[in-house]
């Protein structure tokens, strides 16, 4: 539960969740006392940063935040470190920022050579575009709301370590719905899932 000291003692923010989507944006937002997110699909991420600043609540998104001009971020490399053995591959290493002006993944992978010696994963150029959108939007004061937050590190903290199934299978997603009731969040597959 995220909690906010104010001169009138401790106020319960609501807390937002967000990763990218086909179509922008999916958000699941919550607040304290609710037992399941209520899901959006938005474009304007701008705006609902801005909201978030004024409500005082708080985003954890699923993409690069603080991106380095010419090395490879700690922070990715610790992830790794916490999710080994069976996860540690989900966590992909960041482009440098001077990589994000690339409109290729062949140019990608150059401008990435150039500035730290390795280039990008189709996967990493594929969400490029995200990462981009989510850096011009970063500023000091929304780095107070907004922070980075990796899925499979989350329920390796929530879980006392890293899950055992891939999230692509059932078996996976049963694991993590397991993991997110204890929590207190209640979720169920989706038919076709089922």
Do not use: F, K, M, Y
């Given at each position: 539960m995220i909690l906010?000291?104010?001169p009138y003692g401790v106020t319960r923010l609501k807390h937002y969740g967000i990763?990218?989507?086909h179509d922008g944006w999916v958000v699941a937002q919550g607040a304290p006392g609710e037992s399941a997110p209520a899901f959006s699909v938005i474009?304007?991420?701008e705006a609902l940063f801005q909201t978030v600043q004024r409500d005082g609540s708080v985003v954890a998104i699923d993409i690069p935040i603080g991106l380095s001009d010419d090395d490879a971020r700690e922070c990715d490399q610790l992830a790794r470190q916490e999710l080994s053995p069976l996860r540690?591959?989900?966590?992909f290493s960041a482009p440098c920022r001077p990589t994000l002006v690339a409109e290729t993944?062949?140019?990608a992978s150059v401008l990435n050579r150039q500035?730290?010696?390795v280039g990008v994963t189709i996967q990493t150029f594929m969400i490029m575009k995200k990462?981009?959108?989510?850096?011009e939007l970063m500023s000091p004061e929304t780095q107070n709301h907004v922070f980075e937050a990796h899925p499979e590190v989350v329920f390796a903290a929530l879980a006392?370590?890293?899950m055992n199934h891939n999230k692509k299978r059932k078996e996976g997603a049963l694991e993590r719905l397991a993991v997110l009731r204890s929590a207190g969040i209640e979720l169920t597959l989706a038919p076709e899932q089922a």
């Open positions: 906010q000291i104010t990763d990218g989507c474009t304007d991420l540690h591959n989900s966590v993944h062949e140019e500035a730290r010696g990462i981009r959108e989510v850096d006392g370590g890293p």
